[in-house]
């Protein structure tokens, strides 16, 4: 099994920046892509960024383009979310998520999670 732990959450003001990091352990040679989703009170998790191995097939969601960057450290097993003008909808808990196949949006194509960590944006 895979084991995935995200740390780099906070509080932080409108037009602040944040980088999430999630730790994968276990049987990660099994993992083609990592991704990040996240979920706003009273809403449903949502897809937010996705990369195969060595950074590669990278995804986005249209509305972080431009803004969140995702990046992926195969070596030491770690992928990485940089926020950068973020706004107070960017509010959310944001879960790691892997995958043993390519990556994609929908939740359903993501075999392992983490237990998420909470940003707040204030304004």
């Known amino acids: 099994q895979v084991q995935l732990r995200e740390s780099g959450g906070g509080l932080v003001q409108a037009g602040g920046s944040l980088r999430l990091s999630c730790a994968a352990s276990g049987r990660t040679s099994i993992i083609y892509a990592m991704g990040w989703f996240r979920q706003a009170p009273g809403t449903e998790r949502e897809f937010v960024a996705a990369t195969g191995r060595s950074g590669g097939s990278t995804v986005y969601a249209d509305s972080v383009k431009g803004r969140l960057t995702i990046s992926r450290d195969q070596a030491k097993n770690m992928v990485y979310l940089q926020m950068i003008s973020l706004k107070v909808e960017d509010t959310a808990v944001y879960y790691c998520?892997?995958?043993?196949?390519?990556?994609?949006?929908?939740?359903?194509?993501?075999?392992?999670w983490g237990q998420g960590t909470q940003v707040t944006v204030s304004s």
């Open positions: 998520a892997a995958s043993r196949l390519a990556p994609v949006t929908r939740e359903s194509g993501y075999d392992y």
